[in-house]
């Protein structure tokens, strides 16, 4: 699935939305095709995922599938400027991972990540699974329609290799390994 695939609770992207951002769920706004990734994923394996798949970070979850961090290329850049190459995931992520649950309005979302200065949130179902990210491309793409302009989908897909997850794709090198990806 990806972005430019109509789903049965987003709206239109190419409509501007009416009113305000009080009334507008994450979950309307939100990347829904994400790519999770293990603690133990070497970073080098890191990057190369994130530059195949054009991302510039991923949730990070534990074997049930709760998100335990959020890696981000600036955490790999770090890295690689001190770093031996020899790092895991676990290593360099943001180990408390800032979640919103699906409800949450975006005036809401946009204010934490103010506040916080990030530049990503986990969107969460009521389980805790990932089931989306909210980026400030996506926040940015909000605005510019409740404004009343028209803003085409993101081009390109956020595919990935799924294991074992219902809301996100799980990657890890095993399953980059056994699937040639």
């Known amino acids: 699935m990806s972005r430019m ?33 293990r603690p133990r994923m070497r970073a080098s394996d890191l990057r190369t995922l994130l530059l195949e798949q054009d991302i510039g970070g991923a949730p990070v979850v534990d074997d049930d599938g709760t998100p335990v961090g959020v890696i981000s290329q600036t955490d790999l850049v770090r890295d690689s400027a001190s770093g031996d190459g020899q790092s895991r995931v676990e290593d360099l992520m943001m180990p408390v991972p800032l979640t919103v649950p699906q409800a949450t309005s975006v005036s809401r979302a946009l204010a ?22 909210l980026s400030a491309m996506d926040l940015l793409r909000v605005v510019a329609r409740v404004e009343g302009f028209a803003v085409a989908p993101l081009r390109g897909g956020r595919a990935g290799v799924v294991e074992g997850g219902d809301h996100c ?7 980059r390994r056994r699937t040639g990806a």
């Open 5 to 37: 695939e109509p789903m049965a609770k987003r709206r239109d992207l190419y409509q501007p939305f009416a009113g305000s951002l009080d009334h507008i769920a994450v979950s309307e706004v939100m990347t829904q095709a994400v790519i999770c990734v």
């Open 112 to 133: 934490l990540m103010a506040y916080e200065n990030v530049h990503r949130l986990l969107v969460l179902s009521p389980e805790r699974r990932v089931v989306g990210i």
């Open 169 to 175: 794709s799980i990657i890890d090198e095993e399953a």
